[in-house]
């Protein structure tokens, strides 16, 4: 079945380790997105990639970096896990072009930060 | 500031009846909205869009109004179903010249029961 593939479904992991969630598309979309869940504030806007090779920063980037290699792969990496990004990550493709983006999601990787 | 505002956290709803979901927003420049819909331990689903240059958008029971001079949107579900019991996203997007444009502005959600 076509779409989101993401890695771990859930990891628990110590404060100042070095993380990477994770996600391949078989969508050929041209764009990628993370976004975190948090409890009361909804879905946020981490890293997005409008095309392979280019990346740009969301509404919430501090402490996290993407790249963008290939069309397939958008691996989200956390250098210094703290506490605070205790959270369900949703990473998520879209075609962009005429009409609404309209993005799929992938089915998440919970994180918690001890 | 919060762009796209959904202002009740939860909504509980008979079965066969209608379920109005509401949302708010304030940049202008928003030219698309969706709905989403979200089960638990499943990432979100596309629902349902609409342009702003229309007011009204229906897919089978659902509906997605649009008051661009109130700068609101409502998704109504008709009727409701056990179901659609999830939590309910509305997003936004604004098409631009930029880098960031396209991207998805999200609501902070409504969690709709619908009781049998």
């Known amino acids: 079945i076509a779409g989101i593939t993401q890695a771990p479904t859930s990891q628990i992991l110590a404060a100042g380790r070095r993380m990477t969630l994770r996600c391949t598309q078989d969508?050929?979309?041209?764009?990628m997105y993370w976004y975190r869940q948090d409890l009361g504030l909804g879905l946020r806007l981490i890293h997005y990639s409008n095309t392979a090779g280019t990346t740009g920063k969301g509404e919430v980037p501090d402490g996290y970096s993407v790249s963008r290699a290939n069309t397939d792969d958008f691996p989200l990496t956390l250098a210094s896990a703290v506490p605070s990004q205790t959270s369900v990550y949703f990473c998520?493709?879209?075609?962009?072009?005429?009409?609404?983006?309209?993005?799929?999601f992938g089915a998440g990787s919970r994180l918690t930060v001890l | 500031d919060q762009q796209v505002k959904q202002n009740s956290p939860s909504l509980s709803v008979q079965e066969g009846r209608i379920s109005i979901l509401n949302c708010d927003y304030t940049n202008s420049m928003f030219d698309y909205f969706l709905w989403y819909k979200k089960y638990p331990a499943e990432g979100p689903t596309f629902l349902i869009s609409?342009?702003?240059?229309?007011d009204k958008n229906e897919d089978g029971r659902f509906t997605v109004f649009l008051n661009k001079s109130a700068k609101h949107l409502s998704l109504h579900i008709v009727p409701s179903q056990p179901g659609d019991s999830a939590v309910y996203f509305c997003?936004?997007?604004?098409?631009?010249?930029?880098?960031?444009?396209?991207?998805?502005?999200f609501g902070k959600g409504t969690k709709l029961s619908v009781i049998p």
């Open positions: 998520a493709s879209s075609e962009l072009g005429a009409g609404a983006n309209v993005l799929t």
């Open positions: 609409i342009s702003s240059i229309k």
């Open positions: 997003a936004a997007s604004a098409r631009g010249s930029g880098a960031g444009s396209y991207q998805l502005t």
């Open positions: 969508m050929r979309h041209n764009a």
